[in-house]
Each structure stands twice: as structure tokens, then as C-alpha cells.
């Protein structure tokens, strides 16, 4: 007799969906995000990285699903048996081409004056998303800078509220430093108890929330415009050794 | 303790009532702000001093009804000889009123019950509201309380009861009317232990008080709906979720939680059977967004109130990922009944569709404003001007606006319209939870609008892009509509948003907040048409401020 199949752990069923009209075989534990990447379609995304638990709140990653009557967020939802996902569709690009409008009017991204210029996720999902200019007035609101840390800086004028500074420092570095405050637009990450980031008692200055952070929000000192390069890649390789994935 | 026990002490309370007169006065939130508390400290005086405490009992009962016209107090004479409610009472009115109880009604302050106001009612929600001391558990007993659990507990298994909520057809009354035997069965299925239930007393919704009224005035219901909810779907703890600016409900319910867990319907084996089942209070902060189910779970975890994405919906993983059921607290205020009568006598009540009564707050340019409970099936018309007295001032009827910041505004010519969930839908609004507001002609739509979008944009939680950055550009383009500063191509450019906020916002917040702007812009474009202007004022780019470090 052969030997039972064993899986590591609990059992998890395999199946096939389509997506955009791919047959594509997954394990149901997976998303359909990380299912559309492994088989080379690209949805766009903002919250989202690979290493960190998912938020869900840029709602980039919007995909119609046969059968639900709502638009479900691709990282968020589960692939099942027989799904059929529309990641792209007229009324899809026109969403997301929105929301990237949307956030370039909430706060004051001047992209010729950014130490990320040319590295910046936001402007490379404007790009994808067709947006040449923006129709809804800009905010022109204030926000603070707080340069108090000895090696970093965050400026709040260039933050998405991705809250993947929050995720790294919680779950990967576990001091929790940041968090966030506020309600609605007036929503800011905050470090420790709202206190400069300089006088933060919990922060072990690893540089994780400046190397996750999509913008020019969190960023090196000593940048000038357009060196400040990130990379992120770290975390999938850490979540992994630590086996935690 | 079994049924009949139960029974025999219902009736022995009963008959000890009947033997003396009874003055009830309203302690409900609203009464006792116009200054009820002095009222029945007044009657209390007066009967000690009249040496009459044996044969007249005053009782402090949550709401009478027609808060507009507080405070109020009933008075009802020995063996149910007579029973006259008053209006407007002060504390000079309180010897004339205590002499009343020999059947001489006090005709200045009468307050005629035989109006549509009361007559087109249907209690069962609020049937023990004004009847019962929300503080004393015996005169819940009295009303044929616990009544179901006892039975549920001893001679029903979690499926019959489950099979009662599922024949009544009741759905949910917190806003989205989902099946509520639906949601409890798919609970009940989940194989995951421990599993939780939770009754949403957020009630976050301007100008609506449904929930706080029955947590209010009778307490045990909604801790009996939970517990035979809870022995259905199989959990032992449950939370109740109430908003800390009803402090008033919270003491009541902290009161309500002890006294039956002493009497033993609540705590280890209720009523001697082996289910167990206990009750936390969780005060909500004050944010509107905690009304949302998963962010009021997240609130209760010690977390910031925030949704996360459904599904997974909380009957899978809800509360610190067991399986929870969630329910209004007009929802499970109504399983006792329905449990007690059978889910065949309340569906009996209402439509098909829609059964049983709804309780609304009525408020806004309408006669009586106050908490109505109308059996669903109802127009919104008789709503309107039979129940509510119609609108004051000789003005005109123009719309009435149903379900708060996430519903709609139907305009007059439409209030034939039944109250039934699918009807309301198809109307442009919701049923919500119960927030009723009537406009007169002198209401303006785009105002309206721009009302309930600040409220959605000083609300939204800020997680997702579409509800935190689009209320507020939709918010300010209802302000420059409304100021005759807005061209057609802003009202394109609203139309647009509203509908990128709600096919993409996270949870309901969001997606209902453009609700209130869709429904004026169906039924009264007019109004926003001729606020336009050709060219726009100048504008100027506003220079940046020099940021400091
Ligand atoms: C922004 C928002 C606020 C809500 N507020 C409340 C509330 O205050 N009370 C309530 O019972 N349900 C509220 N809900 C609905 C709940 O999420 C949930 O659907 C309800 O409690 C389920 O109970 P039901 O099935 O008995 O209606 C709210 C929903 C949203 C999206
Ligand atoms: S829709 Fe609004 S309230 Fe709901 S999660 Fe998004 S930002 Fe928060």
C-alpha cells in the first residue's frame, strides 16, 4: 500500500479558478493577489507588500468576482473552486485611476522636490493607472515634518496611510512605535504616544518603516532629491526564515 | 427552575400589582431632561406624606411614547379600573394627579390615547416599555419574562428554537436587514468553539434612539434574546456594545446583567440546565464607525475601531476569530415574543417579506415627534400624517428621509410607498435602523445632502482612500453647490465620486455615504440644477505655507 499523502500541516485543498480568462491552479490558503502574481497578472496595489499582513484599505486592488454583486480587494479575498476574477475592465481602470487622484489631491505630493522622486510607488501607480493630471481640487492642507529622529525624517504632506510603517514595526521588528491617530482626513501614523520621533523610547532605529514606505514620507536624512532608493525585498525572505509564513 | 414556577410567580406578582392604584412616570433619557426625575421624587414625597404608600405605587418606567410631550406619567387605578395618561406634567401638577387614582381625571393635562397616534401602533418591541421598572427585574417577570428562555432551556433543543426565529422571517433591524435565522443558523453550522454573541447598541445614526429606548426601559428583553440566542448557535459569552453617551443604559443594563445572572438566567447553567452563558458590557467611544461590525468586534478586542475586509464575515471569524453572531438590539429585543408566540404569530405580523413591526424615531417637521413602533407594511404616509400628526404650521409635505446618513430622501409623491426592506430599496432609500425625518417645503435637498456627507466625512475612520479623501471632496462640492459657486461640470464631477466612493469604499460607511446625494439628485435635480452658474468666481490657488520642522 502507498504511504498516505502527509501535508506539514493541516490539510489545504488545492483548486482552479480563472483569472482573466487564465485557468490557474492554487492552494486555497492563498489570495487571490498573491494567485494573479504567481501567474503574471498584475493588479495594481498600494497597501499591499509582500512579508506584511494585509490591510486592505487602498482598494487598488479591486477585482470583480462572478457572482458577488460587490467588488472584493484581490488581497484580502481567498481563491475558491471555480472562481472567475476580472482584475481589469473599463470600470476597474476607472476606479483605480480615481483613487490615485484622489490621494495626489489629499495631501502636497510636489514630486520635483522629493528625495524619492523617480523611486516612488505612488508615481509608478499613476503612471500604470493612466493619470496624466488631476480633476478633483488639491487639499493644499499643511501637515507637518518631524525631523527629530538622528537618521530619519517623516513628512506627513507626502504619507498615503498605507500603514505599512505601522505592520513592519508591529509585526516584523515588534516595537510598535508607530501606530495612527485621528479619524477621516485627519488620520496621521504617529510614533510612540504622539511624541517627535526623536524622543521615541520604543523605536530601535532599524530603518524598516522608512525602507516599506511607498512615498517619500519616511526617508533617510542626508537624501537629496531623487536618491532616496528603497527596498523592501528584505521582508519576504525574513518572514520566511522565521518561518512565520 | 422550570416553566411553571416561573409561571406562578408571573401570576402571584401580577395579582400583588392589581391590589393597589399605580402612577407610572417616564425616566426615560428624554423625559427626564425635561425634569421627570423631580416629577416622580414630587409623586414619591406625596404619597409617603399622604400616608398612602400601601395603596398607591409609583413606579419609574422607561418610555411612554410621545416624548414631545414630556414629561409624562400614567396613571392607572387598582384591578385595571381605569388608565389615563398625562402630559406636560410639572411637580405643581403632582397632588392634583395623586388624587386622580379614584377616577377623576385631571382634563388639563389629559393626554388622549385614543389618536392615530396610539392607535396606529403595534408594540411588540416596546410592549413593557412604560409598564415595566426597567430597574426591577420582578416586574419583567411579571410581563411573562424569561418565560421563552425557561422553556427554550428545559424543553426546546438549540434547533427548535433556531427553526422559531427562522419561521418568523424576522431580519435584522440594524440597517441592512439580513435574515436573522439566516445569520444564526450559519453560526450554529460553525465547528469552531468558542463562539460569542454580540448585541450592537452603537446606534450611531443622527437623531435615532430605537436601541437606546429599549435598553433603557426594559433591559431584561434584550439579555433574554440574547441568551436564547446564544443557546441556539451555541455560545457561552456575550457583549453587549453600547455607546458611552447612554450612560443611562449602560447603569440599567449593568443592573439588569446582575440581577438576572442572581436570579440564575444568566451565568453558570442558566435556569439549572447545563447551558452557560454570560454577559459583558463594552462602552463604544463615540465613534460612528463601531456601529460596523467588524470595527465594534475590533473595539471590543482593545483595538482601533476599524473595518477589515468581509468575508471572512464574523459568523465564520468574528470576535478574536471565533465564530460571533452579531445583532441589533431591536433585533433581539424581538426573539423573546417570537420565541414565547411562535415564529408563525409573529410572521403573522407585517408582510411576507417584511414581518413584524418596526420601531422608528420620528423627528423634523412633524407633529409628534417621538419613538413609534408601526407594524411593517405600513405606508409612509400613514407614518407620516396619522401616526405623526402630519407636518405643523400649515406648510406642505415635501419628502421624508428613512435610514440616517447611509439612506435616502422619498419625496412626497412617493409616500404610498410600504415600509418593507425590498420597497424602501427600490424607492432609492433603506429601512436603516429607524431614523425617520420629515421635511416641509421649506427643506432645501442640496442642504440635506451636504448634512449627512459631513457627518459621513467627519465619521469616516480614514482606513480606505475612496471614503477618507472622496467624502471630503464630495462634501466640498456640495458646499460650493450649495453657495452658487459650482458649474455643471462639478456636478458631473459629483456624480462621478459618488459613484467611485461607493463601489469601492470599504465597508458600508463609505459605500452608503453618497446614499443621501444620489437619492436628492434622482428626485430633486431641480434643486441642484439651479444652484449652477455659468462661470465660476475666481478661484486662486491657495500658496503652501512655508512648512516648519
Ligand atoms: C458605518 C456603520 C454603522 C453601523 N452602525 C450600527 C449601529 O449603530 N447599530 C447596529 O445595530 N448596526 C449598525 N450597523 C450594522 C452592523 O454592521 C451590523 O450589520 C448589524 O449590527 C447586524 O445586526 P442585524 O442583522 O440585527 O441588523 C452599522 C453599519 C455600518 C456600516
Ligand atoms: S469606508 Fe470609511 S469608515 Fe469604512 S473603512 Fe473605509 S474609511 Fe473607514
Redesign the pocket.
Known amino acids: 500500500m502507498p504511504p498516505k499523502p502527509q501535508s506539514p500541516t493541516t490539510s489545504v485543498r488545492v483548486v482552479t479558478l480563472t483569472i482573466d480568462d487564465i485557468d490557474v491552479g492554487a492552494r486555497e490558503d492563498e489570495t487571490l493577489l498573491q494567485v494573479a502574481a504567481e501567474n503574471g497578472v498584475r493588479i495594481p496595489s498600494l497597501c499591499h507588500l509582500d512579508g506584511l499582513g494585509e490591510w486592505g484599505?487602498c482598494r487598488l486592488c479591486l477585482v470583480e468576482v462572478e457572482g458577488s454583486s460587490k467588488l472584493l480587494s484581490a488581497c484580502s479575498t481567498h481563491v475558491a473552486e471555480g472562481m472567475c476574477v476580472r482584475t481589469d475592465s473599463e470600470k476597474l481602470r476607472r476606479y483605480r485611476k480615481t483613487i490615485v487622484e484622489l490621494l495626489f489631491a489629499e495631501r502636497n505630493h510636489v514630486c520635483s522636490v522629493c528625495v524619492s522622486n523617480g523611486h516612488c510607488e505612488l508615481q509608478d501607480l499613476a503612471t500604470e493607472c493612466g493619470v496624466d493630471h488631476v480633476r478633483v481640487p488639491y487639499r493644499n492642507d499643511v501637515f507637518h515634518v518631524d525631523s527629530s529622529h538622528d537618521l530619519f525624517r517623516v513628512d506627513h504632506n507626502r504619507c498615503v496611510l498605507c500603514t505599512r510603517c505601522v505592520r513592519v514595526c508591529d509585526e516584523i521588528e515588534g516595537a510598535h512605535t508607530w501606530d495612527v491617530m485621528g479619524r477621516?482626513a485627519g488620520c496621521r501614523v504617529i510614533t510612540d504616544l504622539n511624541q517627535p520621533w526623536g524622543e521615541s523610547d520604543t523605536c530601535t532605529s532599524c530603518g524598516k518603516c522608512v525602507q516599506v514606505c511607498p512615498t517619500g514620507a519616511l526617508v533617510r536624512k542626508g537624501t537629496a532629491v531623487g536618491e532616496m532608493e528603497k527596498t523592501p525585498d528584505f521582508l519576504p525572505y525574513l518572514t520566511q526564515m522565521r518561518g512565520e509564513v | 427552575m422550570q416553566l411553571d414556577d416561573l409561571k406562578a410567580r408571573a401570576d402571584e406578582l401580577r395579582s400583588e400589582a392589581a391590589r393597589s392604584h399605580r402612577i407610572r412616570v417616564c425616566l426615560a433619557a428624554s423625559c427626564q431632561s425635561s425634569g421627570a426625575g423631580e416629577v416622580c421624587e414630587g409623586f414619591e414625597r406625596a404619597v409617603e406624606s399622604a400616608g398612602r404608600g400601601d395603596d398607591v405605587e409609583v413606579r419609574r418606567v422607561g418610555c411612554l411614547g410621545l416624548c414631545s410631550a414630556g414629561p409624562l406619567v400614567a396613571v392607572d387605578g387598582r384591578n385595571a379600573a381605569f388608565s389615563e395618561l398625562y402630559r406636560h406634567v410639572g411637580p405643581d401638577d403632582v397632588e392634583g394627579l395623586l388624587d386622580s387614582v379614584e377616577g377623576e381625571p385631571v382634563e388639563q393635562l389629559r393626554c388622549p390615547t385614543d389618536v392615530p397616534f396610539f392607535q396606529r401602533q403595534h408594540k411588540v418591541v416596546l410592549e413593557n416599555s412604560g409598564l415595566v421598572d426597567p430597574d426591577r427585574i420582578e416586574d419583567y417577570i411579571a410581563q411573562d419574562g424569561y418565560q421563552a428562555l425557561v422553556r427554550a432551556v428545559t424543553e426546546m433543543t438549540p434547533e427548535d428554537v433556531l427553526r422559531e426565529v427562522q419561521t418568523s422571517g424576522l431580519r435584522g433591524r440594524g440597517g441592512a436587514g439580513y435574515p436573522a435565522g439566516l445569520k444564526w443558523s450559519t453560526v450554529a453550522k460553525a465547528v469552531e468553539s468558542p463562539k460569542y454573541v454580540i448585541c450592537n447598541g452603537d446606534e450611531g445614526d443622527p437623531g435615532a434612539f430605537m436601541d437606546r429606548a429599549v435598553l433603557e426601559s426594559d433591559p431584561h428583553r434584550v439579555l433574554e434574546g440574547m441568551a436564547l440566542a446564544a443557546y441556539a448557535v451555541g455560545a457561552s459569552r456575550g457583549f453587549v456594545y453600547v455607546r458611552a453617551e447612554y450612560p443611562l443604559a449602560v447603569e440599567r443594563l449593568e443592573r439588569a446583567i446582575r440581577q438576572a445572572t442572581k436570579e440564575g438566567f444568566l451565568g453558570h447553567g442558566v435556569c439549572a440546565s447545563p447551558f452557560d452563558f454570560t454577559i459583558e458590557l463594552r462602552m463604544g467611544a463615540g465613534a460612528f464607525?463601531c456601529g460596523?461590525e467588524t470595527?465594534l468586534m475590533a473595539s471590543i478586542e482593545g483595538l482601533r475601531g476599524?473595518?477589515r475586509p468581509r468575508p471572512p464575515y464574523p459568523a465564520e471569524s468574528g470576535l478574536w476569530g471565533g465564530p460571533t453572531l452579531i445583532n441589533n438590539v431591536e433585533t433581539l429585543a424581538n426573539v423573546p415574543p417570537v420565541v414565547r408566540n411562535g415564529g408563525e404569530w409573529f410572521a403573522s405580523i407585517g408582510t411576507p417579506d417584511s414581518t413584524g413591526t418596526k420601531v422608528f424615531a420620528l423627528a423634523g417637521r412633524v407633529e409628534n415627534t417621538g419613538l413609534v413602533e408601526v407594524p411593517m407594511g405600513i405606508t409612509l404616509r400613514e407614518i407620516v400624517e396619522e401616526v405623526g400628526g402630519g407636518v405643523p404650521d400649515g406648510r406642505a409635505f415635501k419628502a421624508v428621509q428613512t435610514g440616517g446618513p447611509s439612506g435616502g430622501c422619498i419625496p412626497v409623491e412617493l409616500t404610498e410607498t410600504s415600509v418593507e426592506y425590498d420597497t424602501l430599496r427600490a424607492v432609492g432609500s433603506i429601512m436603516g435602523s429607524g431614523g425617520m425625518i420629515v421635511m416641509d417645503e421649506t427643506s432645501c435637498m442640496v442642504d440635506v445632502a451636504r448634512y449627512f456627507m459631513e457627518f459621513?466625512m467627519t465619521?469616516?475612520?480614514?482606513?480606505?482612500i475612496?471614503?477618507?479623501a472622496g467624502?471630503v471632496q464630495l462634501h466640498d462640492l456640495l458646499v460650493k453647490i450649495a453657495d452658487r459657486r459650482a458649474t455643471s461640470a462639478d456636478l458631473a464631477l459629483l456624480e462621478e465620486l459618488c459613484e467611485v466612493v461607493q463601489m469601492t469604499?470599504?465597508?458600508?460607511?463609505?459605500?452608503t455615504?453618497p446614499n443621501p446625494v444620489q437619492s436628492t439628485l434622482r428626485y430633486f435635480r431641480h434643486e441642484y440644477e439651479e444652484r449652477l452658474v455659468e462661470t465660476p468666481p475666481g478661484e486662486f490657488l491657495v500658496p503652501l505655507d512655508v512648512v516648519d520642522t
Not at chain 2, 459 to 464: A, F
Not at chain 2, 505 to 511: D, F, I, R, T, V
Request: aromatic share 0%.
Open positions: 484599505g477621516g | 464607525v460596523e470595527a476599524q473595518p459621513c465619521e469616516s475612520c480614514g482606513k480606505c475612496p471614503c477618507r467624502t469604499s470599504l465597508c458600508g460607511l463609505g459605500q455615504a
